[in-house]
Nanobody, 118 residues
Framework: QVQLVESGGGLVQPGGSLRLSCAASGFSFSTYYMSWYRQAPAKEREFVAGITSTGDSTTYADSVKGRFTISRDNVKNTLALQMNNLKPADTAVYYC???????????WGRGTQVTVSS
């Protein structure tokens, strides 16, 4: 079974940093494009960052460019999101995502809560 388990969320002050991790299992992690999404209260789920299977190319939402860095470790089968200079608007549940492991479907983790507040 495809499993994605996020960790690393928590409460942080504005301007602070947090590092999220996603542990993947049940599929060939190193062959898939991986992404982070987030969903803030009363908002739809939105794309945050993505990374190619080899990690040679990354993509970021405009709202996080210059502050967040996505990376992956294809030996440990983990995906990471380093978040710096956090803002209250970054408060959301952050989800690890992969498309197509199950036919024509997204696979999601349970999410990890990030709260940015003073």
């Amino acid at each position: 079974q495809v499993q994605l388990v996020e960790s690393g969320g928590g409460l942080v002050q504005p301007g602070g940093s947090l590092r999220l991790s996603c542990a993947a299992s049940g599929f060939s992690f190193s062959t898939y494009y991986m992404s982070w999404y987030r969903q803030a209260p009363a908002k739809e789920r939105e794309f945050v960052a993505g990374i190619t299977s080899t990690g040679d190319s990354t993509t970021y939402a405009d709202s996080v460019k210059g502050r967040f860095t996505i990376s992956r470790d294809n030996v440990k089968n983990t995906l990471a999101l380093q978040m710096n200079n956090l803002k209250p608007a970054d408060t959301a549940v952050y989800y690890c995502n992969v498309w197509g492991v199950l036919p024509d479907r997204d696979s999601w983790g349970r999410g990890t809560q990030v709260t940015v507040s003073s």
